[in-house]
């Protein structure tokens, strides 16, 4: 699922910057490899260090709480494409 969405949002554009946690799923070869090919560079929070990555988890909570949790969506599909949105 990480590779699907890391592809989908590479098509849209290149970042500079990937800032990640130290999830297993940013840290995989074909994960790390796309980063490289696209020359994107590669940016971890460091271990026990949360706040490193302040702004994506604020960001993300955001969404949870004022669209995801708060809607109710009649299947995944429409859901996704909600969330393709922002």
Known sequence: MTITALTQGL???RPEIHHSD???QYAA???VRLLEEH??????AAVGQAWQNGVAERWM???KEE???ISEYRNFEKCM???NSF
């Open 81 to 83: 494409n909600r969330m």
């Open 11 to 13: 098509a849209k554009g």
């Open 29 to 31: 070869n074909e994960y």
């Open 67 to 69: 669209e995801v949790d």
């Open 61 to 63: 909570r955001t969404v």
């Open 39 to 44: 020359v994107v560079k590669i940016s971890m």
């Open 22 to 24: 130290q999830g297993v």
